[in-house]
């Protein structure tokens, strides 16, 4: 979690195999975490998730993969003032909880990808990368972002499977 001068920056990782893969994006994502910061201090949520998928697609990022072994799911989260962007890769999930989202039954902002990975297995380096964005306003009042690996949505008993269980 990085802290902007209106928001934040969190990403989340869910490593298989070995940690070498989360570990290795870390060190990519803190690599360029001046110019990440840049973009969030400006609110150009748009550039942020994109300069990611750049730094993540490009030929160095790419021989660094090849050396990992295993996969990590990847999910970004990027808050500026009252507005939240995420990226994925794979299966993590973000939330908003909020009584007005909650009352209509919008919990989960994204939905989990199978078969998505970065690092020895990466859906980034696909003729066309496989991955999912977006950015919503956040609602008037107090909402809880929280970000979660599928080991929530598969706890023994499969309570948190269901989103508003979440809430």
Known sequence: VWSGVDGEFAALLDAHGSADSARTVMEILDDHRSNLIALLNRGDLWA???SIIDILTS???ARRFEAVRGETSLLVCARWRNYLS??????NLVYVLHPDFE???QVALNSRQFFEWV???NSLSLD?????QGVREL???TSEIIMVTD?????PTSLFAEPRNVY
Do not use: K, Q
Not at 86 to 91: F, I, P, R
Not at 151 to 155: I, K, M, T
């Open 48 to 50: 942020l998730n994109a």
């Open 59 to 61: 030929s160095s990022t």
């Open 86 to 91: 995420w990226l994925s890769v794979g299966d």
């Open 103 to 105: 009352r209509l039954g």
């Open 119 to 121: 690092g020895a297995s």
């Open 128 to 132: 066309i990368p496989a991955y999912s």
């Open 139 to 141: 609602r008037w009042g």
């Open 151 to 155: 080991g929530l949505l598969e706890f």
